[in-house]
């Protein structure tokens, strides 16, 4: 099992290799079956030799399908601070595998990145990998705000956002499970000037650059980040323009850095988690080899998204239809005390 503190104790990196937050094998085969990992990758030699998971030949195949079908399958949503009574997100990762893997066979719930991201690092730990925490901000140019989005879109969230570099073959690679459809949806390597299709046609790109915030006399000498920037449309005027989404430092983040990232997202009013339902289902092509589109529900309704065409949106007029669509759409189940935890101001008619 995960590491469990006790109650009073501080959180921190257990130290020790050995008392680290594990899964087992019987968790790692309930995770596949979440995912709806193919047998192919179920039965992988990595489970019988860990060190082949930090080679090209087995690890990078393996890193590439779990995330794949992590993104397809488990959603990346901000459901638990609304519908429940408590309202409090656990880091925890004994807590997190019952969510999204015991819990989540059963209700399909899933969770914001610091849960999916810190979930998916565990599974990659326990599999073999070498795996670091890592920390982003998020830019203010997809604020769900248009007056952010005018006046800020040059500027970055507080530390918001959480990542995962992987080495393989003594080279990192981005790995990123928790950032819906604003995400690359693929592994890609931490290179300055990499750049692909993710979605198609949307493209991606890394580089590193300072940013315009800094307290630098010259902004040649600016700390320098990893940037991660996307182009919606490369063939449409317009709209071929790269938007800046996140960036990120190579720094070690611990648990301590994420609880109090999580307690800021969970609870601060500006948080757009805490005044905003969100649920995201990103799709997989017929063949499974790449993500095509997603689904996406934000408040009262919800709107489908595929090869870069957008469907009409759907409009959801009432708690039961939202709750019917979330069902039916996305796979999520509510028990009655959950879907009586959503507050007054944030339910439907």
Same mark, same amino acid.
């Given at each position: ?20 937050p ?17 047998? $192919?990758? %179920?039965? =992988? ?6 060190? @082949?998971?930090g080679? +090209?030949?087995? #690890? ?37 595998f ?40 998020v830019?203010?140019?997809w ?7 005018? $006046?800020? %879109?040059? =500027?970055?969230?507080?530390w918001?956002?959480? @990542?995962?570099?992987? +080495?393989?073959? #003594? ?15 693929v ?6 000037g ?7 046609p949307?493209?991606?790109?890394l580089?590193?650059r ?8 010259n ?15 490369p ?12 960036c ?12 109090m ?20 289902k ?13 689904v ?34 996305f ?8 879907k ?10």
């Amino acid at each position: 099992m995960a590491h469990q503190a006790s109650a009073g104790q501080l959180a921190q990196v257990p130290l020790g290799f050995h008392p680290r937050p594990h899964y087992g094998r019987d968790q790692l085969q309930k995770y596949f079956e979440r995912i709806r990992l193919p047998q $192919q990758h %179920c039965a =992988t030699p990595i489970l019988d030799d860990p060190q @082949l998971a930090g080679t +090209k030949g087995h #690890g990078l195949p393996l890193l590439a399908a779990l995330h794949r079908y992590h993104l397809a399958n488990i959603r990346f949503e901000n459901l638990e601070l609304h519908y429940s009574a408590h309202r409090k997100i656990s880091l925890n990762m004994d807590d997190l595998f019952d969510k999204f893997a015991v819990r989540g066979g059963k209700y399909g719930r899933g969770g914001h990145c610091m849960e999916n991201n810190g979930l998916f690092g565990t599974v990659l730990r326990s599999l073999g990998y070498e795996v670091r925490n890592c920390a982003g901000r998020v830019s203010r140019s997809w604020s769900p705000d248009a007056e952010t989005r005018t $006046q800020q %879109c040059e =500027t970055y969230d507080n530390w918001n956002h959480v @990542l995962n570099l992987v +080495k393989v073959d #003594g080279q990192w690679w981005v790995v990123d499970v928790g950032m819906g459809s604003m995400g690359p949806a693929v592994i890609y390597p931490l290179e300055d000037g990499f750049e692909s299709i993710a979605v198609p046609p949307r493209r991606i790109r890394l580089q590193k650059r300072s940013i315009p915030e800094t307290y630098a006399h010259n902004k040649d000498q600016a700390p320098k980040l990893w940037c991660y920037d996307q182009c919606l449309a490369p063939d449409k005027p317009g709209k071929d323009s790269w938007i800046p989404t996140y960036c990120f430092t190579e720094t070690e983040f611990l648990p301590q850095d994420y609880e109090m990232m999580s307690w800021y997202t969970s609870t601060n009013p500006k948080s757009f988690f805490t005044y905003s339902i969100l649920c995201t289902k990103l799709l997989l092509s017929e063949d499974e080899s790449h993500i095509i589109g997603d689904v996406t529900l934000f408040n009262d309704g919800y709107r489908k998204t595929v090869a870069g065409q957008r469907d009409t949106p759907v409009q959801l007029k009432t708690e039961q239809e939202r709750l019917d669509a979330m069902k039916e759409v996305f796979g999520l189940e509510f028990t009655e005390e959950e879907k009586n935890g959503i507050s007054a101001e944030k339910r439907l008619a």
